[in-house]
């Protein structure tokens, strides 16, 4: 969770032909994260209705902030939106910081954070990051209860996870394999890079990916031949913060690419992946803004209403699940 997405609800750009004369004229098809995210929020709204009629109470989000600023509390309004739009209850948790006096800051989050864990009605807690200076990472993450972390990045959910058990995974790693599961794009036996090794969104996305039986390379800032790898993927997936990293010419044609960046250049959101050369490669691709941003959002609704359900349904359900990955 140590970046989020900013969902943008405008329309996606239609792929548009390169310029070049020359050029493929083929053009990918667009995979749209808004379509998918309504039938999400739809299924979601149900079950919360029901959840309400069965348990006698309005399950309910917390974001916790500590030392906002302004770029992210537009995200979290999104997302508070996002959950009235379905009944979940949304509830902003400020917590003061003080740069003059850090240890009574990470305290007081530390203290808010244990009050939302022994509250019955908060069934997920999401922690915004980057956290303020001085303000120890691990030990907030290690304060959130795993059963309502559902944006995954407490350790024992990330292990449930990698072990092939039932447990959380963050909403953006969620949303890079619904968006191609969704879509009806196949994944078995396919050869995935993903570019990103970040704990929040390349790993984990990595680790979804060979659950579905991909064959996954990961690559990063020191991958030797980055273009080589990408160059062999069925499925390349984008998540390096780093605006045109993947261009046309690298992609097999025919390559599914998500990109999952976000960028803001010249004022403008813009991906990781050079559209304009790729999307005649490609097979289909998410733009952005449009592709996962939404699905994100709506994944994270999803997370927070069987969060609710399983504590509503006590320890017994919590107990994980083998799924078999290892076969
Ligand atoms: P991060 O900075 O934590 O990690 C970036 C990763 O990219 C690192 O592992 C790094 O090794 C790799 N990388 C950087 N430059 C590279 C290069 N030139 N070649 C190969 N690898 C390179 O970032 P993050 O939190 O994982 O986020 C990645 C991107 O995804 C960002 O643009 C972020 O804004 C975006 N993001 C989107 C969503 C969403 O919902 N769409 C959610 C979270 C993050």
Known sequence: MSEV?????????????????????????LLEGAP?????RAVV???????????????????VVCGSDAPSMVYLRQILNGCEKVGIGGRLVEVLYDEADTGGSAG????????????????GIIVQMPLPRGISLRTVIET?????????????????VRL?????????????????????????????????????????????LVKEHATVTVCHSRTADLAGHVRRADIVVVAAGQPGLVTGAMLKPGAVVVDVGIN??????TGDVDFESAAPVASAITPVPGGLGPLTNALLLAHLIHAAQRQAAGPATTTAVIRGVNS
């Open 5 to 29: 997405a900013a969902t943008d609800p405008s329309p996606a750009p239609a792929p548009t032909a390169p310029a070049s004369a020359t050029a493929p004229t083929a053009t990918a098809r």
């Open 36 to 40: 998918i995210a309504r039938e999400i």
């Open 45 to 63: 709204a149900a079950d919360v209705q029901a959840f309400v009629a069965t348990h006698g109470f309005v399950p309910t989000l917390a974001i």
């Open 108 to 123: 007081r989050l530390l203290e808010g954070i244990q009050a939302l864990n022994a509250d019955r009605q908060v069934a």
């Open 144 to 160: 959130i209860d795993p059963a309502k972390d559902i944006d995954g990045i407490h350790p024992l959910n990330n292990g449930l």
């Open 164 to 208: 092939g058990y039932e447990g959380f995974v963050p909403a953006t790693a969620h949303a890079v394999i619904e968006i191609i599961k969704q879509s009806g794009l196949p994944i078995a036996g396919k050869d995935a890079v993903i570019i990103g090794r970040s704990p929040v969104v390349g790993l984990p996305a990595a680790t979804l």
């Open 264 to 269: 803001v250049v010249g004022g403008r959101i």
